[in-house]
């Protein structure tokens, strides 16, 4: 029971892993790049949902000012690449990750500057409820997370498979060159899909800041969720919120099981033995170069 | 006595056959020409013969010895040196380092001597480029000789790349294309070029190309491959001549010498 | 524009190539050397912390700039520098010894991480070395005998028979002490640029399949690489130690991994000189911050209250350089001297398309 119980907690901080990763997808897809700012989205999600939702800031209603927070986090995404990313279009994968890196520190900032350096807490309107099942007790938070992770992910997959959107983004991300030839707009639809990813990262920042305190450091989660993208490889979006569920898994269950030490580091030994097997991600994209 | 010989080659991605139980020899001096159309396995010859890629069946045997095993970076060191079909050079270099590079096989000097710089280090750069200069002056490079790669037109890079495979002083060189997106006078450059190399240098080259003229002017032999299988072999007339050739390029029915043709109006 | 008639091959090989630019590096050293005669303690600090951060970024350059291998994970190695050079003199080694052994197992360390990472490519190395960082974070943590866990550990002054070199006593001396281990590696780096070693470096990083069909052993170069890189990384996190004095793993974050990268970026990827600008501007934009707020307060602005400034004009002026000059300080600098060199016949696209150095193309 008391397992059970871990994998329940293991899963709800997943689903957050996941879906940072996801935003890391859906970036590595449109720009063939690694967005190491999605952390700080993230960071900066939770914090512009907290300005519009606690009394001490704007005091909105809980769902009108997250949905209020997505808008405006969209908008940021968008920018990003509007103004900034697509700038460097056309230069090498590296260029984006020191790009983005710099980035994240700029957002670090800004949400220094408006939120102060000390730990915040969101008000939800589900604070502290717990359900019990038998013996086991899910908090609200743990149920929010996981429910609000499968609609999105059923509203991401609704819009990649059936709407015009959607699947003329998934051409430009196959070829972009001749989606853009075909008449696709390449570069906006670039630009949409960071927007998407503002706004998945707005979300995860919602719900990992109802597990918990958010400060400007909130983005380092990032590195963790890096790791669940390596282990999706990339490539794909189930395959991220797969990994995120695993790294979610294993941290409890190393913290319980394993010696001290053992459960900030599990996620990383993890995706380091991944690599080592399979030095492309489990399910990999990339082929060796033709000559 | 035969260089190189390749015994029943076959390679198979996934379901698909690329080349497909291919023999030949390669004498020692002569110039081999592989012809065939698009997708007919000629590149993936050449890099199973550079252990780029690992055959599924066959062996391959260069100079008596089989190297079908062999780790890639071994190759060079035995005397087989290479061209790509799209350019590989060094963009960030100058062509005198790129060329320096080629030299990297009879390199006699350890990392700590480099570090420190000795004595010996020097004396090995300067045989370096003795032999690189020789190179220089063979291929009319002294112009370009401290320009980047990557401000240099396409006609004198695919000219670097064949230099830094003949600083590696090879035995065997394979020229993968070695006149595609070349211009008629530069097309004529490299085939006097060949022809010195076989001659002055007795060097043995394996080739690829579609220009049939260059192909038809330099090589001793043909060998035509189509689908990764064995087609015709002969001298470069009997092979143009050789209707199941004639029939890989064109289908059934139409006569002619259609490569030429394609290259003539390109060019 | 300068032409140099070369009589043999001898011009090529040298280290500098005329006498002007040996004496314009003489003269260069030797000011620096001259630094402690003029400069305030305060400065000489800063500078000695230039020194230290150019030694680690030219360990970095080795990696990124020359053989084309990312990593996010060079503060693990500065801390296994650190750790290795405070635990051997801590255990009565004298500080050459306990030095040299830090920088040596340091790049024995690194060529063991190289076994894996050579595997990888692009971004999952990028991220395989950042968790390294973080691993060597915790394992530094949980290592306590050895590191002091969080508590931190005390790195002793070096003194050389009898001579004190202490970043506190003797601050001329430890700056000359760093100067001297600069100035070795730098001349060690630029003698491998001229060698077969060094192009077999640049070969791995601009085309492998080629560096393959020349011969080379492209596992071998880049563990070699990552070895000789650690090594040199090793050595600055050694002399970081006892510029600290007293350190625990928050001086080896990876923030510190990150921003070195990015310094060897702006400050010029492919290029020695590229990690000494890089280290410049890191060390210099906190000072020169510091002097504008000063200046701003007597005005009536106060930014004292707005933390973490510097690291948002090291961000902007990092992000201005991706955008409009990706070959960083240096490559802007040697577009400048083309351009006055040819004056007034260069070229706007000479340039063009040697763009950047690394490339990690999604491969199809």
């Known amino acids: 029971m008391e397992f059970i119980q871990l994998i329940i907690g293991g899963v709800a901080n997943g689903c957050v892993y996941g879906l940072i990763a996801l935003g890391f997808v859906l970036i590595y897809k449109s720009s063939e790049g690694v967005n190491f700012a999605q952390g700080d989205m993230m960071m900066l999600g939770a914090f512009v949902a907290l300005g519009f939702v606690n009394d001490d800031y704007f005091g909105l209603a809980f769902l009108p000012g997250i949905i209020l927070a997505c808008i405006v986090m969209g908008g940021v995404g968008y920018s990003m690449d509007r103004f900034v990313v697509r700038k460097i279009f056309g230069q090498p994968q590296f260029a984006l990750v020191i790009l983005t890196i710099a980035i994240g520190f700029v957002l670090r900032f800004v949400a220094g500057a408006i939120w102060g350096y000390s730990p915040l ?24 997370t996981i429910l609000a992770t499968i609609l999105l992910t059923a509203v991401l997959w609704y819009f990649f498979a059936f709407t015009r959107i959607g699947l003329a983004t998934q051409a430009a991300s196959q070829n972009q060159l001749s989606a853009y030839y075909m008449g696709i707009p390449v570069k906006f639809l670039n630009s949409l899909i960071w927007g998407l990813s503002g706004i998945v990262a707005t979300i995860a920042g919602v719900l990992a800041a109802s597990k918990g305190t958010i400060d400007p450091n909130l983005g380092l989660i990032g590195i963790k969720a890096f790791a669940a993208a390596v282990i999706g490889g990339f490539g794909s979006l189930p395959g991220a919120l797969a990994g995120g569920l695993i790294i979610g898994v294993i941290e409890p269950i190393a913290a319980r099981y394993g010696p001290a030490g053992v459960s900030q580091t599990a996620p990383y030994v993890f995706m380091l033995l991944v690599l080592i097997l399979r030095p492309a991600g489990l399910f990999s994209q990339i082929t060796a170069k033709k000559v | 006595m035969s260089l190189l010989e390749v015994r029943d080659l076959s390679i198979a991605f996934g379901g698909l056959k690329a080349v497909d139980g291919l023999s030949f020899d390669v004498a020692e001096g002569e110039v081999f020409t592989l012809v ?58 100058t062509v005198l380092s790129n060329l320096l590079m080629g030299r990297h096989v009879h390199r006699k000097t350890q990392v700590i001597q480099d570090l420190l710089f000795t004595r010996k280090a020097r004396a090995d750069e300067r045989s370096h480029r003795r032999r690189v200069e020789e190179v220089i002056t063979f291929l009319e490079l002294e112009a370009h000789r401290d320009s980047l790669i990557a401000g240099l037109p396409y006609g004198v890079r695919k000219v670097v790349e064949i230099g830094r495979a003949l600083a590696i002083g090879p035995k065997l060189l394979l020229l993968d294309e070695p006149a595609s997106g070349l211009s008629v006078e530069e097309t004529r450059d490299v085939a006097f070029w060949i022809e010195d190399m076989k001659r002055e240098m007795g060097l043995t080259i394996l080739m690829i190309e579609h220009d049939m003229g260059l192909v038809s002017a330099v090589s001793d032999r043909v060998l035509a491959v189509a689908d990764g299988k064995f087609l015709a072999q002969g001298t470069a007339s009997e092979v143009q001549s050789h209707p199941d050739v004639i029939e890989a390029y064109l289908g059934t029915g139409v006569n002619g010498e259609p490569e030429l043709k394609k290259e003539e109006a390109g060019a | ?48 912390n230039t020194l230290i951060w150019s030694l680690a970024g030219l360990g970095l350059m080795v990696l990124v700039g020359h053989t084309g291998q990312v990593s996010l994970g060079h503060a693990a190695f500065l801390a296994i520098g650190a750790y290795t050079d405070a635990a051997l003199m801590n255990a009565g080694w004298p500080w050459l010894l306990a030095f040299l052994t830090a920088g040596a197992v340091t790049g024995v360390f690194g060529a063991i991480i190289a076994i ?48 004190s070199f202490g970043r506190y006593d003797s601050l001329p001396n430890f700056y000359w002490l760093c100067l001297a281990v600069v100035v070795i590696v730098t001349f060690g780096y630029a003698n491998l640029l001229r060698s077969a070693t060094g192009r077999s470096f640049l070969a791995v990083r601009d085309s492998e399949i080629s560096a393959r069909a020349l011969g080379i052993n492209v596992s071998r170069t880049k563990t ?3 070895g000789l890189s650690c090594a040199i990384t090793g050595l600055a996190g050694g002399l970081m130690g006892h510029f600290f004095s007293f350190f625990n793993y928050e001086a080896f974050t990876i923030i510190i991994s990150i921003n070195l990268l990015l310094a060897v970026t702006i400050g010029g990827l492919g290029h020695i000189q590229g990690a000494f600008a890089g280290a410049i501007l890191i060390t210099a934009v906190p000072q020169v911050l510091a002097i504008v707020r000063d200046g701003l307060s007597n005005i009536g602005v106060d930014l004292s209250g707005v933390p973490g400034l510097d690291t948002l004009v090291f961000s902007l002026i990092l992000i201005g350089f991706i955008i409009y000059e990706p070959l960083g300080i240096y490559g802007r600098y ?23 150095y690394l490339k990690t193309e999604r491969m199809k």
């Open chain 1, 121 to 144: 807490v969101l008000e939800t309107p589900y604070a502290g409820l717990t359900f019990a099942f038998g013996g086991l007790i899910i908090s609200a938070e743990d149920a929010v």
């Open chain 2, 36 to 93: 065939g159309p698009n997708g007919a396995g000629k590149s993936t010859i050449f890099n199973m013969i550079s252990r780029f890629y690992e055959p599924t069946e066959g062996k391959i045997f260069f100079d008596g010895e089989e190297i079908t095993h062999l780790p890639a970076h071994k190759i060079a060191e035995l005397g087989i040196a290479r061209t790509f079909q799209n350019i590989e050079l060094f963009d960030h270099s």
């Open chain 3, 1 to 48: 524009m300068k032409v140099i008639f070369k009589k043999s091959y001898d011009r090529d090989i040298d280290l500098f190539k005329d006498r002007q630019t040996a004496l314009r590096i003489g003269l260069l050293v030797l000011v620096l050397v001259l630094v402690p005669f003029f400069a305030s303690d305060y400065f000489l600090a800063e500078a000695t």
């Open chain 3, 116 to 163: 894996p990472a050579i595997r990888m490519s692009g971004i999952y190395l990028a991220i395989a070395t950042m968790a390294l960082a973080v691993l060597v974070e915790e394992a530094v943590i949980l290592a306590e005998p050895i590191t002091g866990g969080v508590a931190g550990v005390f790195a002793p002054d070096i003194a050389i028979f009898g001579i």
């Open chain 3, 224 to 226: 070699l690489a990552f």
């Open chain 3, 334 to 356: 040697l577009k400048i001297k083309a351009f006055w060199d040819l004056f007034p016949l260069s070229r706007r696209d000479m340039f063009r398309r040697q763009m950047t």
